[in-house]
């Protein structure tokens, strides 16, 4: 496989995850690195010992040399700064949610038709093992029917008013925080697991902080916990800490999640459980190796990742044995393979979320917002 150099764009904390596991693919080197300024492309540069940086991204979109570039900026550069990219012959790895709206996210994913590169919106937690294990016995028919999906994606490093961070502000987020954040890995997952797709919904959004005291400077996500009154300004805030959606999924099955940034004591509880005519399953973020697995007239299971146990391709997704986990960095690398074997080589299959899932998601994020305005039922 043929060597490939990347860029990142975006400095904070997905440049630092996307840096460090993209550099386990093998033959892949970053060459550069872009952020907001000179200065602070530099000093995220020197950190990973990557020598070009700059504070201009089209400086690397002008490289010819350079294959592929990670967007990992606010919401609102997505599609400008992926378009750009494309248009200049680059493969595209993009961060969740894919843009601000489902307007500009088809305008990425057409210009990626027209252009042909390869193109992945980073929805990485597809990707560990154990999830890909529940895939497989969906797929299987292990659980029978799917009747019930539910979950929640909650933290709580947004429960103070004052807690801060660029996702808070709409300008640069977009509309929904909580639910456009992190609810849109849940249902990209749940749709993903089952092979099912969302048909209707019903949301409800809640912001219990209807101001915030921001910081008087930039701060990286999951930090700003030492600072002093004095550093902060009262804003009003017009995104939601919270969000329950139900849902249709299929032609029968019904479900339901909550999304939450303010609950207190959980860090990153991601979790899934699906209900079928045989069996259920039950699976947390926080624990990432185990899976629970119901029965109804026999004794429950948790089985533990192992790659020699587990069903077929899913096999595929573990690269250390038995009893050695693996977490949130790993489900990065896994999609990185994947996406940087396509760039290598254009005839290999895509076997990672692209742009079109991206657009799926947008689309249900902008159903949300219909609910929640009409506070009803809305056809997906």
Not at 241 to 252: E, M, P, R, S, Y
Not at 294 to 308: A, E, L, T
Request: hydrophobic residues 40%; charged residues 25%; glycine residues 8%.
């Amino acid at each position: 496989m043929r060597k490939l150099k990347t860029a990142i764009i975006g400095t904070g904390f997905m440049g630092k995850v996307h840096a460090e596991n993209v550099r386990r693919v093998g033959n892949v080197e970053i060459a550069a690195v872009a952020g907001i300024s000179d200065a602070e492309a530099k000093k995220f540069a020197d950190s990973i010992g990557v020598e070009r940086s700059t504070g201009d991204y089209k400086t690397i979109l002008a490289d010819k040399s350079i294959d592929a570039v990670h967007v990992l900026t606010p919401n609102a550069l997505h599609c400008p700064m992926s378009v750009e990219a494309m248009e200049a012959g680059k493969a595209v790895i993009c961060e969740k949610p894919l843009a601000m709206n489902a307007e500009e996210a088809q305008r990425m994913v057409d210009t990626a038709a027209k252009t042909g590169v390869a193109n992945c919106v980073e929805h990485n937690l597809r990707y560990y093992p154990v999830v890909q294990h529940v895939r497989q016995m969906v797929a299987a028919g292990e659980l029978g029917d799917i009747l019930i999906v539910q979950g929640t994606y909650s933290q709580d490093w947004l429960l103070y008013d004052t807690d801060y961070n660029w996702r808070i502000e709409r300008a640069a987020n977009g509309a929904l925080r909580a639910v456009g954040d992190i609810g849109s890995h849940w249902m990209d997952m749940i749709q993903h697991v089952t092979g099912l797709k969302i048909t209707a919904l019903c949301a409800d959004l809640a912001t219990f902080h209807k101001q915030r005291r921001r910081p008087k400077f930039a701060i990286e996500t999951f930090t700003g916990k030492t600072l002093t009154p004095d550093d902060y300004e009262l804003v009003n805030i017009d995104t939601e800490d919270f969000g329950a959606v139900l849902l249709h999924l299929g032609d029968q099955a019904r479900g339901c999640y909550t999304v939450s940034q303010m609950s207190a004591g959980n860090k990153n509880r991601f979790e899934i459980e699906v209900y079928g005519t045989k069996s259920g399953v039950r699976w947390n973020q926080e624990r990432p190796d185990e899976l629970w697995i119901g029965q109804r007239n026999s004794p429950n299971q948790i089985i533990i990742k192992d790659p020699s146990l587990l069903r077929g391709p899913a096999a595929g997704f573990a690269d250390l044995p038995g009893g050695h986990s693996e977490g949130y960095d790993d489900a990065h690398k896994q999609v990185f393979k994947r996406f940087y074997a396509k760039v290598a080589d254009p005839s290999a299959p895509v076997d990672y979320p692209t742009f079109a899932d991206g657009l799926w998601g947008m689309k249900l994020l902008g159903k949300v917002i219909e609910s929640s305005e009409k506070r009803g039922w809305v056809d997906c």
